[in-house]
């Protein structure tokens, strides 16, 4: 289930201009599709907090 492997996440923090602000990156060690869709949850919610 999820193609167990290598997994990792990142996201770019952008100003209402499209400027980049700010990226970020790091390792899950080893994981499958679903730890990175709740870390990529995550990341949705930082953003919609950082938009404020």
Known sequence: ???PGPSGF???FGNC???VRG???GSLSSGD???AE????G???ADQLAAF
């Open 33 to 35: 599709a679903h730890v």
């Open 10 to 12: 990142g996201g770019v």
């Open 23 to 25: 990226r970020f990156a």
């Open 17 to 19: 201009r499209g400027f």
């Open 38 to 41: 709740i870390v990529d949850e």
């Open 43 to 45: 990341n949705q919610v």
């Open 1 to 3: 289930m999820g193609a």
